[in-house]
């Protein structure tokens, strides 16, 4: 329990604000321009690769790879700077976010010399899009259970199963997979493998699943005995399990699990200014400090991951009490401003109001749902 | 946490354990204080912490001294270092003036209380009310506009209150003329306002929240390991540790907000923002961890006997001390107002 309270706040560098200032202007022109929209759960349902072409221009796409790989070998709290410029704005950052957020930075970290050279310098630039491939049918919460299949034969592997729940698999470059590569046994955390598939390839049948407001982001992948060669398998043969839950406090604990609403909670100030009872001012500034108080512990978090450290249950509470959050402020601005929401409308806020609430059952799912992730908290306190 | 700190905070923690422990605790529980730890406290030399050394004090930053508090709020550690340190200290340091010795509280003059200057010093006659401690303290200091007036033990009848924790908040019957030596004008362009003593007011008891909090947590987990129902400890019912992961997720969260608060305070950052928000926080935390901690304890828990009720009484009392979740809730709320929709990122990340 003691790494939990060595949490500590952190303070941005102060070089991180031109930087800041920089995507805020960027972003500024790019919205007046008309070249982007903003929306609600853009890490999910923007995908714009044009936009990411621009973002990997200016070099905010795998900032933390070396220069040798096309990044600017810039820390966790930068990258935190830019993302969280990203997503309060509401762009579309969708096509490069897993590259950007557990692609790129698992294949700097286990990737051999000739996977770095041939993936990274691409997703810095922001045309070499990844999805990722953890879930199956069977496979949710429990991770370890996944069925997929890696069989070793000559020169490679073959792949067969299913993957589920993969955002942008249908436009992706390549997708890294969890397989199981020996049979189980006692350590079920044992024998999984990670690999990279190239998309597209014929022997991967990738097919959508709808969200319920009928927008497609999720696929489901089958591996038909699919091929892959030695020199595409990630890290070492067995060890997916710890490359995956690396990949988790990555994952689960970064701004994207307190902003997915942000762009709504700022549009509705702008009204509620002006239309809102002054009683429920208070209301959205218990929404705003809650807010300030969450980044701050998401920032202690990007601090740890800065300094080397893996804080995965630190990672669960962010992603626990974050997530959460989300639909707080959606519920909040759909009480206080009393506007119907209309995914359809022309203005921003019933427009981002539906968007808030068709998108708000994932905000407690993806990642781990939060049960999972108390249950991983509860584990750290010694109690499971 | 630096390590001039941590060595700090665990003398603190040592003092607490061998000055307050349980019987302390509950000694204190009508009103009483604990003057041992407060000697204790003064040898190791933090009862003016965060207070500059030029002027009398102990030296540090307002991060320390809000670690500090979280190790007696933990302890329900019945000693006005909050007032003495954070606020009366700061007050008599902020003019310039030195800090007595002894312990210390602090108020803000309210329309109760009238102020005349006559031959000998200042007339000082009224009431200010729920002053904490007052009846342990040597000095009061009092922010009266542009001054801070020192008022000493026979300047005022204390009478006596507690809040919920049974911790002295006394309303004082003021009647005195104090002599100028104890009457100190706020330099012009001086950060000493009725808003930052509230401020500082609040962030201490939100610092005294977080450490009571995980008092609360810790005491939950144990009885949850020790107590078996069903043939078996309740920690191992999921519904059970769902709480106590709750419970451990909310001390996480505010404990971060209050020293990213005390940090802002240090580093010239956007403090009026980071209080506010590190008490509406904490206030909310102390209503679910206190409300989570007694689910878990079952009766026992809400008994005399059993000492969780230091830490939770402490908890709902102070989430209403310097202004509550809705009043500080409040003030976010017209900044939020003000700053519109394309001021509300700025001011979150204190970048305006």
């Known amino acids: ?53 621009r973002l990997g221009e200016r070099g905010w796409i795998g900032m933390a790879f070396p220069a040798r790989y096309g990044g600017s070998a810039s820390g966790a709290l930068a990258r935190f700077a830019v993302t969280e410029e990203l997503l309060a704005a509401g762009a579309p950052v969708a096509a490069h976010w897993i590259a950007d957020r557990q692609s790129g930075p698992g294949l700097l ?19 070499c ?48 997979a969890l397989a199981r590569t020996e049979p189980r046994t006692a350590d079920r955390h044992a024998g999984l493998t990670q690999f990279i598939i190239e998309l597209p390839d014929p022997a991967v049948r990738i ?7 009928g927008e497609h982001h999720f696929n489901e992948v089958v591996f038909d005995d699919v091929f892959v060669p030695d020199a595409r398998v990630l890290g070492e043969p067995g060890s997916g399990w710890l490359q995956v839950t690396s990949e988790l406090a990555m994952e689960r604990s ?45 920032l202690a978090v990007a601090g740890r991951l800065e300094a080397g450290a893996a804080p995965a249950v630190e990672a669960a509470v962010v992603k626990d009490l974050g997530t959460r959050f989300e639909s707080v402020v959606t519920d909040t601005v759909r009480l206080l401003s009393q506007v119907v929401p209309d995914p359809g409308s022309s203005l921003p806020l019933p427009r981002m109001l539906a968007e808030s609430i068709l998108h708000g059952p994932g905000f407690t799912l993806r990642g781990g749902t939060n049960e999972i992730l108390r249950g991983v908290v509860a584990k750290e306190l010694g109690v499971r | 946490m630096n390590e001039i700190i941590s060595a700090l905070v665990e003398t603190v923690r040592e003092a607490c354990a061998a000055q307050g422990g349980l019987d302390a605790v509950t000694a204190c529980a009508g009103g009483g204080w604990n003057a041992a730890l407060w000697t204790a406290l003064e040898q190791i030399g933090v009862t003016t912490i965060s207070v500059p050394e030029e002027h009398g004090g102990a030296g540090g930053d307002v991060a320390a001294a809000v670690a500090v508090l979280k190790v007696l709020g933990e302890s329900s550690a019945g000693v006005p270092l909050a007032e003495t340190a954070l606020l009366a200290g700061w007050l008599i340091a902020g003019c310039g003036a030195t800090v007595p010795s002894g312990p210390m509280t602090a108020a803000v003059a309210g329309p109760g209380l009238r102020t005349d200057r006559q031959e000998g010093g200042l007339a000082v006659r009224g ?35 507690t809040n919920l924790a049974g911790e002295p908040r006394d309303d004082l019957a003021v009647d005195a003329v104090v002599p100028p030596s104890r009457v100190h004008e706020v330099p012009a362009g001086s950060p000493i306002s009725e808003a930052a003593f509230r401020g500082r007011a609040a962030l201490a008891r939100a610092a005294l929240m977080a450490g009571a909090a995980r008092r609360a947590l810790e005491l939950a987990l144990a009885y949850a390991g020790e107590r078996e129902q069903f043939g078996r400890p ?19 969260l505010a404990t971060v907000a209050v020293e990213a608060a005390a940090l802002a305070h240090d580093t010239g950052g956007d403090a009026d923002v980071a209080v506010a928000a590190a008490k509406v926080v904490a206030g909310q935390m102390a209503g679910v961890v206190a409300s989570l901690a007694h689910q ?24 209403d001390e310097a202004g509550n979740e809705e009043e500080w809730s409040g003030v976010l709320g017209r900044d939020v107002m003000s700053a519109g929709s394309p001021g509300l990122w700025p001011l979150l990340t204190g970048t305006r």
């Open chain 2, 127 to 161: 009431t200010i009310a729920r002053v904490p401690w007052a009846r342990h303290a040597h000095h009061v200091a009092v922010l009266d506009g542009g001054r801070v007036v020192l008022l000493s033990r026979g300047d005022f009848l204390p009478e006596q209150g």
């Open chain 1, 207 to 213: 097919r959508p699943i709808l969200l319920l407001t």
């Open chain 1, 254 to 298: 970064g701004p994207e699990r307190i902003l997915s609403t942000f762009p709504l909670l700022a549009a509705a100030v702008g009204h509620l200014a002006e239309h809102g009872d002054p009683a429920g001012a208070a209301r959205v500034g218990a929404v705003a400090g809650r807010m300030w108080a969450l980044r701050q512990l998401s």
């Open chain 1, 1 to 53: 329990m003691k790494d939990l309270w060595g949490l500590e706040p952190v303070t941005l560098p102060e070089e991180l604000g031109v930087l800041r200032a920089d995507v805020r202007a960027f972003l500024a022109d790019e919205l007046s321009a008309g070249r982007i929209a903003s929306h609600c759960d853009q890490w999910l349902g923007g995908w714009d690769h044009e936009f990411s072409r």
């Open chain 1, 129 to 176: 899009f990844f999805a990722a491939g953890m879930s199956e049918p069977d496979t949710g919460s429990d991770l370890a259970s996944v069925r997929t299949r890696g069989t070793r034969v000559e020169g490679g592997w073959r792949l067969g199963g299913t993957k589920v729940w993969a955002s942008g698999a249908h436009r992706a470059h390549a997708m890294i």
């Open chain 2, 234 to 252: 309740i920690a191992k019912f999921q519904a059970v540790q769902q709480h106590l992961a709750a419970m451990a997720g909310e001390v996480l």
């Open chain 2, 296 to 319: 878990v304890h079952g009766a026992i828990g809400f008994t005399e006997e059993h000492s969780l009720r230091h830490s939770t009484t402490r908890l709902w009392a102070w989430r």
């Open chain 1, 109 to 127: 970290r286990f990737g051999t010399e000739e996977q770095k050279q041939e993936f990274l310098p691409r997703i810095a630039r922001g045309e």
